[in-house]
């Protein structure tokens, strides 16, 4: 149990024991550290339950608390209108520390129950090579795969990919009047098709934004299109052989994109993944009534009579029997509901808000998944440019992930040199960490902002040394690798963590005691942002502690040793936390 856990339970019990909630007794760290390191404001919000004045309810409380503390507690005193300050032992915290260090998992412990989570992210249409408007959903991804990863739960990351539907129809179009001659539009061709493919992901990618604007513009074009999707998902061979191409020439472009990223996927399922799922459902709903025609359409109504807003039917197949992305979500649903997750998150830009909520109301309509399973949609802004509007290369167009990797990397080259980090190291080596500091620069960025707010990419903010940046926790993190490689070599050895006898190394102590609440609380508000503050609060806790204690010249050898054990926490602690945001800790710098 953390200590701030255990803090709490003593005032919840001191609450409980006047009758009331012991939720009342929740302990935080206090807002005001000049008076107490921690505070319970419980008295104040069970005032008027308990019928009494608040500082009056405080003082029982603190007399309960007080007589079960034992050596806890170096003050506990009330506050203003029973604000309840609390400031605890050296002796406590040193045990605290200790038992962190002793634990390979750093006090962080198991969830009262085991989740199976499925995260969906990623989320690319198979057409395209990525660009930064995918990067959000796959760096918030991935910090919350690995943030419930490191708290206990079970959890699967799926990319979803958009790979069927009207989107390849238009492709094959697009293909079609650009070659015509190729054996996949011959209805009469029987026999194998080519092994090689027609086109690159480059090709796909010049290909569609063209073959969208020409179906907006001619309607025969459009039609097309339409018959070429029905055409497809009613099993078409031509078709299909060209869907796989297309598919498989996606799928190997993007996967080196997100290695680039250490985004890392479980499952690289898409929307063809159930499409041999689709028809039996829309059968099903058909006959169960919940799915009813519409101008020959098949729609589901999900307005419910509490609506503030408008909630249009949710379109489960066109008039020409074809399906939609709505459909394929419904069976995706249908498929991870059989696999028995507790808790689905999808990790989709904001804009996508309205969709989602139709796909699940029709999905608990349905019954396509229990009741017990939680579906929860994730949203999260976008990456402005300079002009506060939506990332644009100079030229106007939408920034390639691949061409965004090297400006990061370039300007973390730049920083490297003009802060003469890393310049005699070999080429090799030299160009790795400089790939590490913008992979950092680029995710702490994002990471470091709620996810629901808009953020500018400056390149410039990012790659600094300084503030609140990725650099400067991994520079950090390296000075901490440096310390204890130089204590090796003079035969210095981590001890026993003793009493605090410095400010600073007490205030390191108590921050890095944070760590359960932290990943706990990032991990209910599904915030990847308190995971990056935190990381920077303790990086920068450190280097005043690391300022103020000179570890390696201290001469009395059992304080030393204490410090050198708190050198070896931080970084195991800093280790933790930067896995979880995607960062990797140079060897050195």
């Known amino acids: 149990m953390s200590l701030r856990s ?102 962080i412990g198991e969830p009262d129950a085991v989740s199976e989570i499925l995260i969906d992210y990623g989320g690319p249409n198979m057409s395209k090579a990525l660009h930064v408007g995918h990067l959000r959903s796959a760096i918030i991804g991935e910090c919350l795969k690995r943030l419930f990863r490191s708290t206990g739960h079970h959890v699967v990351g799926d990319i979803h990919i958009g790979d069927w539907g009207m989107p390849v129809g238009q492709l094959i179009v697009a293909l079609e009047l650009r070659r015509p001659d190729l054996p996949y539009f011959d209805p009469d061709h029987t026999g194998p098709y080519p092994d090689e493919p027609p086109v690159t992901l480059d090709d796909l990618s010049e290909m569609y934004p063209q073959i969208v604007a020409l179906a907006g513009e001619d309607p025969e074009i459009a039609e097309r299109a339409r018959r070429a999707t029905l055409e497809l998902q009613n099993g078409r061979p031509g078709y299909v052989a060209l869907w796989r191409h297309f598919h498989n020439v996606s799928i190997a472009g993007q996967r080196k994109d997100f290695e680039a990223l250490d985004v890392d996927f479980d499952l690289w399922f898409g929307e063809s993944t159930v499409r041999d799922r689709l028809a039996p459902m829309v059968e099903r709903l058909v006959e169960q009534g919940i799915a009813v025609e519409s101008d020959g359409a098949y729609v589901i109504d999900v307005a419910q009579p509490d609506d503030k807003t408008e909630i249009p039917p949710l379109l489960l197949t066109r008039s020409d029997g074809s399906y939609l992305y709505t ?61 506060g509007k939506p990332f644009k290369t100079r030229a106007g167009g939408v920034l390639r992930l691949q061409d965004l990797i090297r400006l990061v990397t370039e300007a973390a080259e730049r920083r490297l040199a003009d802060a003469d980090i890393a310049q005699e190291y070999p080429p090799e080596e030299r160009d790795r960490i400089a790939r590490q500091v913008g992979i950092a620069a680029l995710k702490f960025g994002d990471l470091a902002n709620h996810r629901m707010s808009n953020y500018v990419l400056d390149l410039d903010r990012f790659t600094s040394f300084e503030g609140k940046t990725g650099p400067y926790l991994q520079y950090g993190a390296v000075r901490m690798r440096s310390i204890l490689r130089k204590a090796e070599e003079r035969d210095l050895a981590p001890g026993v963590v003793h009493p605090p006898t410095a400010p600073r190394a007490r205030d390191l102590m108590l921050e890095l005691l944070e760590l359960p609440e932290v990943l706990e609380r990032a991990g209910d508000l599904r915030a990847p942002n308190q995971v990056a503050e935190y990381a920077y609060d303790l990086a920068t806790v450190f280097n005043r502690f690391y300022e103020t204690c000179h570890i390696l010249r201290e001469e009395d050898p059992h304080r030393q040793a204490s410090w050198l054990q708190l050198v070896a926490i931080t970084l195991r602690t800093m280790a933790v936390v930067l896995e979880i945001l995607g960062i990797e800790i140079p060897e050195r710098m």
């Open 327 to 387: 459909t394929t979500d419904l069976a995706t649903l249908e498929m991870r509901a059989e696999a028995g997750y507790d808790l689905v998150l999808y990790v989709v830009d904001a804009r996508q808000s309205l969709h989602l909520e139709q796909v699940f109301r029709a999905a608990r309509k349905a019954g396509i998944v229990p009741p017990s399973m939680v579906l929860e949609h994730v949203p999260f802004g976008t990456v402005n440019g300079p002009d």
């Open 6 to 107: 255990e803090l709490s339970d003593l005032f919840g019990q001191a609450f409980a024991g006047l009758g009331l909630d012991p939720a009342y007794g929740e302990v935080m760290v206090s807002q005001r550290p000049e008076l107490a390191q921690y505070q319970c404001n419980g008295a104040l919000a069970a005032a008027k339950v308990a019928q009494m004045a608040p500082r009056d309810l405080a003082e029982r409380v603190v007399a309960r608390v007080a007589a079960e503390a034992g050596d806890r507690f170096a003050d506990l005193s009330i506050a203003g209108p029973g604000f309840i300050n609390i400031t605890v032992t050296d002796a406590l915290v040193a045990r605290r520390v200790q038992e962190m260090a002793d634990d390979l998992d750093l006090g």
